[in-house]
């Protein structure tokens, strides 16, 4: 059972342009959400997070927003560049635990 | 300022053989520390958490096994690799819940 849902394995977008990631969730308990960057050989690193108390959170170039009666998050990069492109996971947890669970993960490329 | 090391960053095993990875935090006390695995094209799936010392979690059942001999120190283990253990082996830690996890940078393992 995929509690964290990334229905679109890849997207491509031209420089300078907005790069959108989408996220979907079953567990109405999550209330932690997080979006980390990964290249090829090397671990994730943290982008950004959202509680479930917001709506909307922005650091820089990244802003992530949660519709939590559709139970979903999506990551907005603006602009793109080349150096973001890499895998995006997104991950939730529930509660009183930090365990995390991840999506599959969108493979991002920004072209010139 | 905290740092994760992982090591080896590389592994290639006979099946049937034993393995045993290590990962040590500094700049930091008492953190969570986890265990995860990505399976290639897949997501990251946690196999074992641990909050001190001595206290080992495991999210899944496995030919697998974790330890932490010390307050920064996670160790995970086998006694008899599997052609299915291969894969992205990735340890990560962090301080409290809604609280990002950091990852250090793997460990591929191949299982011949």
């Known amino acids: 059972d995929q509690q964290v849902k990334q229905n679109s394995p890849s997207l491509s977008v031209q420089e300078g342009r907005i790069s959108i990631l989408n996220c979907d969730y079953t567990n109405s308990m999550f209330d932690y959400f997080l979006w980390y960057k990964k290249y090829p050989a090397e671990g994730p690193t943290f982008l950004i997070s959202i509680s479930s108390i917001k709506d909307k959170n922005e650091d820089g170039r990244f802003t992530v927003f949660l519709n939590k009666s559709a139970k979903h998050l999506s990551l907005h990069i603006v602009p793109s560049q080349p150096g973001d492109s890499a895998v995006y996971f997104c991950a939730a947890s529930a509660g009183d635990t930090d365990k995390l669970i991840f999506g599959t993960g969108t493979r991002l490329q920004v072209f010139p | 300022s905290q740092t994760i090391h992982q090591w080896p960053a590389t592994l290639v095993q006979p099946v049937g053989s034993p393995l045993s990875l290590e990962c040590t935090v500094e700049g930091t006390s008492n953190p969570n520390l986890y265990w995860y695995r990505q399976a290639a094209g897949r997501g990251l799936q946690l196999l074992f958490y641990s909050v001190g010392i001595g206290q080992i979690s495991s999210e899944v059942p496995q030919n697998l096994s974790a330890s932490r001999p010390q307050d920064r120190q996670f160790i995970l283990s086998s006694k008899k690799l599997l052609l299915s253990d291969s894969g992205f082996y990735l340890c990560?830690?962090?301080?409290?819940?809604?609280?990002?996890?950091?990852f250090g940078d793997g460990t591929r393992l191949s299982i011949l």
């Open positions: 990560a830690w962090s301080l409290t819940r809604h609280q990002p996890q950091h």
